[in-house]
């Protein structure tokens, strides 16, 4: 016996790629009995939305053919005892297990099973291949089958995939392999059973809590969460804290403390980045080392001296825009870090540190930097070299530095989709106020401004994303002006 308990292959036919936005429209499924007879089982189901035309012609089944079938809810009954107690088996088991949990899930019924993938399977006992989807099994298997992609079908590859392993390999060797794809990644200690499922592979930040309940409830305290990240899939990355490879010595701090995961869906790489700065900004989470405040955030201003030459100033980010000032160059966490850098590349360049005002002049009109002495400065500051051409090497020195005042005249919202859902982040002068599903939220961010703080974090994120493939609308004008144009870009997707 390869099993040591009753499994069913599964297939499903859906109308998107989705679990969460989709719905099934065909179930097919085999129980295998330890004794070896099969019992067979499939419907189509009604799922209660359009099935596109793409979907149509991939699956074969029209709406038309899903008008009078039962819904899930009229077969939920029937199909939990047929999977109970069995291993669930499905090629991608991912894809049918997340489709079935989320449909019984919308019901309020919590579903779970020990799933075994067939894709992964094959490619254990197949390593000598690179395909392993379910045309390459029929191809290799050398069978022949009806319509592809009808659930029953499909589900009949994966009975026809077990015999075909068993006449390939010893059994030893199938159920060593077996053992090895079914393991669950060794999650921590004090998480619940079954959490870890529930998390999508969708864009998002997560949250990673110790003792959640503890105190706050005495204190009215926001209990503070160990870490915050985020991820592009966030079910993956969550896992990978988890992996017993490469863990460090945070990564197995972190798993022995964490009791508790929160995640926030975002429709993408944008949305996951600014909320994520934004909870760690807010919650300062113990574990992350990224992100921290900073309370001295300076920048060189250039700046025209009575003689008409150039010279630098330290701007801090408490007195002056940084969004809206023209010619700052740089941003640094401290002045000792600011006049470092400034250092280094008069060094490199041999600029005057007098000229720079990094060095007072000592009396006397014409008196050498310290860097003239050493042959470190071209001399602007003995008149050894036009002030003209100083200020222009200056210039070249800093371009690489300058800072990108705001580009539009107010603030935007940068449109994000992911899977049919859409955000709009609203942005002015480098700072996120906040992220519209609906016109209401628009309306709500806008009005509630207060005066947008700069913060570097949000500034790094934003002048990476805000390039040309981003979808940037800009809310000039009043707030109905603004409105009005993300009305058209809601309609867009509706
Ligand atoms: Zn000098």
Redesign the pocket.
């Known amino acids: 016996m390869l099993f040591d308990r009753p499994v069913v292959c599964i297939d499903l036919e859906t109308t998107g790629a989705s679990p969460q936005q989709d719905r099934i429209t065909e179930i097919g499924l085999i129980e295998i009995s330890p004794d070896g007879s099969l019992q067979e089982w499939s419907t189509l189901i009604n799922p209660q939305t359009r099935i596109s035309e793409f979907i149509e012609r991939l699956t074969g089944i029209s709406n038309a053919m899903v008008a009078d079938a039962p819904r899930f809810e009229d077969i939920a009954e029937e199909l939990q005892q047929r999977l109970q107690g069995r291993i669930f088996i499905a090629h991608n088991a991912r894809f049918d297990y997340a489709f079935i949990k989320n449909a019984f899930k919308r019901m309020d019924v919590h579903f779970r099973a020990d799933t075994l993938c067939t894709v992964r399977l094959s490619r254990r006992l197949y390593p000598q291949y690179f395909k392993h989807n379910l045309d390459s099994l029929i191809q290799r298997m050398g069978i022949t089958t009806a319509a592809r992609h009808r659930a029953m079908t499909d589900a009949r590859v994966l009975v026809d995939f077990l015999a075909w392993i068993q006449r390939d390999h010893p059994l030893e060797t199938l159920r060593d392999a077996i053992r090895q794809v079914m393991a669950k990644p060794a999650l921590p200690p004090h998480l619940p059973e079954g959490l870890v499922d529930d998390i999508p592979d969708s864009p998002g930040v997560y949250l990673f809590y110790g003792d959640r309940h503890n105190g706050d409830q005495a204190t009215g305290k926001q209990v503070m969460p160990l870490y915050v990240g985020k991820s592009n899939s966030l079910r993956g990355r969550v896992l990978s804290h988890f992996s017993g490879d490469h863990r460090s010595t945070k990564e197995l701090r972190i798993s022995q403390q964490i009791k508790h995961i929160e995640w926030h869906e975002t429709a993408g790489e944008l949305g996951a980045l600014l909320l994520e700065a934004r909870l760690v900004k807010a919650l300062q989470p113990v574990h992350n080392q990224r992100l921290r405040r900073e309370n001295d955030l300076c920048t060189w201003q250039m700046l025209t001296r009575e003689d008409g030459h150039k010279t630098l100033a330290l701007r801090y980010a408490a007195d002056i825009d940084f969004a809206l000032t023209a010619d700052l160059y740089g941003m640094f966490t401290s002045q000792r870090q600011a006049i470092e850098i400034l250092r280094n590349l008069a060094d490199a360049h041999r600029?005057?540190?007098?000229?720079l005002g990094l060095?007072k002049p000592s009396r006397g009109k014409s008196t050498?930097?310290?860097?003239?002495q050493i042959k470190k400065?071209?001399?602007?500051?003995?008149g050894k070299e036009p002030a003209l051409q100083h200020d222009l090497r200056l210039m070249e020195a800093l371009a690489k530095l300058k800072v990108r005042t705001w580009p539009y005249p107010g603030a935007v919202a940068v449109r994000e989709t992911f899977a049919g859902k859409q955000e709009l982040h609203i942005i002015d002068r480098w700072s996120y106020l906040g992220t519209a599903r609906d016109e209401a939220d628009i309306e709500h961010i806008l009005s509630g401004k207060a005066d947008p703080v700069f913060d570097l974090d949000t500034f790094k994120i934003l002048s990476r994303h805000l390039n040309g493939e981003a979808e940037v609308l800009p809310l000039t004008g009043s707030n109905r002006h603004a409105a009005g144009a993300l009305d058209d870009a809601f309609r867009q997707d509706n």
């Open positions: 600029l005057c540190l007098i000229q060095e050498p930097c310290f860097g003239y400065c071209r001399g602007v500051c003995v």
